[in-house]
């Protein structure tokens, strides 16, 4: 059928997907097959308005206005011979208008329950601006935090990471609008992108297949047992072959292992990128590898567009693999109800921003997100009463970067500063402001914040990084305060004032230094919109602290990757090391603890709890039955709070090692003063399975321990067997 001929006839939509798509399929030439394969944005050099006429293009990305994503819509659907809408994509990741803290700050509050509602609102905000495709959750695990997208991640641990991705997903796709759209939920990056050697965004990952499948690719598979529509390919080589063409990742695992039926996307240009990596020699060799290991979308990347139509009639391509790809992207088109509502209403957008409602949702997750690192002489929280405060610091006056990356529609006048939430907290107190220095610059004349520091009773430091410090293309290789920001803190540190630190940045950072000397420190994280009110909520009491961190913070930079599931080695540290050359040889530095300055789980509150009364109730564990076990928690402090209570297992002797502690479960507990609890896990012992010799699952016997516990460092310990 030629491109001008007229379709015999547009199928309803009262038709079931199955019957709708086939049959709009069957009417499609070859070209037109080609352009559902296609993403562009208006930066694209080709004339994008007329390839939707032509139906030469089925998704756009990177629009943000309104209108415009209307006008586009209008023209695919309007003007084209077979009036199929447009995907329109966009990177939302932790809000649209109204900001949300950055994941890995979200991640912190191990609160899956309020991820889900904060992507639930945040799609209500997207959906009615446009976005019908959204580039989240970034499942990756990431245990280095010189990398930029660390940011987005859920952290080093792939349990608390898959319940995180799940939660994402659920609610992102279960939102629907009155009209009955919806937004697909898209994971990435596929896979192990967090991996990248180095720190380095966009680097070679080198991971035995091991680790891959055990530590790396959990969470991505909780996103497709969770129902995600799509998936994103990752920018990295893996092995030596770039993700984006991987047959063993897309084809293997993903199609045929786990059953994923959805659509697969490149990431920006990562087709046309194979030639960089060496892997294809032309963006036409890149398109062929692509397209056989599975792509079904090229994002930007010049490639099927240009060459793919051309492929299939060389007979290099079966048609068949198009009419797949081309089934899938319909069929998603179908789900979200693009077909029977494809516009936005204009009218209504306004009203869908920054509701009361969803601003409190901020202000609540920012809160929980924050993490007490340090709390001396009960420093925190803060009575105010009767105090000078002085406000000391180059975050104390910002907007702009208490929003974090990744928040293009997010506005700096929506964020209230520092400054202005605690003067309107705190009327009644003399409050005096400095920024001592820039954020990242070399100054050192300190006079006016030793001056403020030494006029006050009380100090408060807001240190830390800038929004563009993390992200995509921002790694770091020095991972300490940014600028002059050390030199300071130890000159307000010689006032000999009491200091309340508080670290605002979108990473782990190694802050040894300022943990040392400061008696409290608050890790603040870029928190979004309402991150000034919250961190108000956590000084003044009305908040208890209840985040734990999800990711471990090193002493040094010589430490990464520093995290707590790792192997004991044949001399462990905890050893007493082995006699060689009359020296006592273990796994350690000359120069450096092993231990992290703050570990996996860990976090401070206004309350203290105490752990007592460990209960293995199954000491012997059948395959098919599960371990239980139990704890009494108790509320010792004088606040009511909030407990994250996390359970660890080692399995203490495998036919492969396994790591000296892994993450099985977590559970939220919120006690008043002196109330205990008692809390019961039950672990089925499937979930003990493990990757045998030939990476086939194998749930063995043998000896276990098992630990309830505050933070991946500490805990109660008991001993099971699996029989």
């Known amino acids: 059928m030629s491109s001008r001929e007229t379709p015999k006839t547009v199928p309803s ?50 629009i943000r206005e ?8 209008h023209i695919a659907v309007e003007e084209s011979r077979l009036h199929i809408p447009v995907l329109m994509g966009n990177d939302i990741i932790h809000g649209y208008r109204s900001i949300f803290p950055i994941p890995l700050a979200l991640a912190s509050t191990w609160n899956p329950e309020l991820i889900e509602a904060v992507a639930r609102v945040t799609t209500a905000e997207a959906l009615a601006t446009g976005t019908t495709w959204n580039y989240t959750p970034m499942v990756d695990v990431s245990r280095d935090p010189r990398w930029g997208r660390i940011a987005e991640s859920g952290g080093e641990d792939a349990f608390l990471n898959s319940a995180i991705a799940q939660a994402w997903v659920r609610g992102i796709q279960n939102y629907r609008d009155a009209e009955g759209r919806r937004v697909a939920s898209c994971v990435k990056h596929y896979a192990a992108y967090g991996a990248s050697e180095s720190g380095k965004d966009y680097n070679s990952t080198d991971l035995s297949e091991r680790r891959l499948r055990e530590e790396y690719l959990p969470p991505y598979k909780a996103a497709v047992d969770a129902g995600v529509m799509t998936l994103m390919t990752s920018f990295n080589d893996l092995n030596g072959v770039p993700a984006t063409a991987n047959t063993l990742l897309l084809q293997q695992i993903l199609r045929r292992e786990w059953g994923f039926n959805g659509v697969i996307v490149s990431d920006y240009d990562s087709i046309g990128e194979l030639i960089n990596h060496g892997f294809a020699r032309d963006h036409k060799e890149a398109a062929l590898r692509s397209i ?15 060459h793919l139509a051309e492929l299939v009639e060389e007979g290099k391509v079966p048609l068949e693999l198009i009419d797949a790809a081309v089934l899938r992207i319909l069929e998603l088109k179908y789900d979200l109800n693009l077909f029977s509502a494809p516009y936005i209403d204009e009218g209504k957008i306004s009203s869908a921003l920054l509701r009361p409602e969803t601003l409190d949702l901020a202000e609540k997750s920012a809160a929980e997100s924050m993490v007490l690192l340090k709390n001396e002489f009960s420093l925190l929280p803060l009575k105010a009463a009767g105090k000078k405060i002085a406000l000391i610091g ?34 009644n107190n003399e409050l005096s402001v400095t920024p001592g220095c820039s954020i990242n610059g070399n100054e050192t004349d300190f006079s006016e914040a030793i001056n403020a520091a030494l006029q006050a009773d009380v100090v408060i ?60 420190l608050l890790m603040v994280w870029h928190g979004g919109t309402r991150t000034a009110q919250a961190f108000c909520d956590i000084l003044l009491g009305k908040v208890n602290p209840s985040g734990k961190l999800s990711a471990s913070f090193p002493r040094s930079v010589g430490q990464i990757p520093v995290y707590y599931a790792h192997k004991s080695t044949g001399r462990p540290i905890e050893s007493t090391g082995t006699l060689q050359f009359n020296q006592a040889h273990k796994s350690s530095y000359l120069d450096e603890s092993n231990a992290p300055l703050f570990p996996f789980g860990y976090g401070l509150s206004y309350s203290e709890f105490t752990y007592s009364h460990l209960k293995v109730l199954t000491p012997k564990v059948s395959r098919s039955g599960s371990l239980k076990v139990s704890a009494t928690v108790t509320n010792t402090g004088k606040v009511a709070g909030t407990e994250i209570v996390q359970l660890y297992v080692r399995d203490l002797v495998g036919v492969v090692t396994r790591p000296v502690k892994e993450l099985k479960g977590f559970k939220r507990i919120t006690l008043a003063p002196g109330e205990s609890t008692d809390i019961e896990f039950d672990l089925p012992a499937a979930k003990l399975t493990f990757l045998d010799l030939e990476l086939k699952p194998i749930l063995e016997a043998g000896e276990y321990k098992v630990w309830i516990a505050p933070n991946s460092a500490e805990g109660l310990e008991g001993q099971f067997e699996l029989e």
């Not at 056989?292 to 240009?306: K, P, T």
């Not at 929003?403 to 939430?421: R, S, Y």
Request: hydrophobic content about 45%.
């Open 394 to 427: 180059p975050l104390a006056e910002e907007r702009q970067s208490l929003m974090g990356c990744w928040c293009f529609d997010g506005q700096a006048q929506d964020v209230e500063t520092l400054h202005e939430a605690l003067q309107r907290n705190l009327p």
């Open 461 to 520: 430091l807001a240190i830390g990084e800038a929004d563009t410090m993390s992200g995509e293309a921002h790694s770091r290789a020095h991972l300490g305060l940014p600028g002059s920001q050390q030199a300071l803190v130890d000159a307000v540190l010689a006032t000999h004032k009491p200091i309340i630190a508080a670290v605002f940045a979108g990473r782990p950072l190694a802050i040894t230094k300022l943990a040392q000397q400061v008696p409290a």
């Open 292 to 306: 056989l290991a599975g792509v079904d979308i090229d994002m930007m990347g010049n490639a099927y567009h240009f």
């Open 13 to 62: 939509t009262s038709q079931s997907r199955e019957i709708f798509c086939q049959a709009l399929l069957d009417q499609m030439t070859l070209r037109e097959k080609v352009g559902q394969m296609v993403q562009a944005d208006l930066s694209w050099k080709q004339d994008v308005k007329q390839l939707l006429r032509e139906g030469r293009i089925g998704a756009l990305l990177s």
């Open 66 to 73: 309104p209108q415009v994503i209307n006008e586009h819509q």
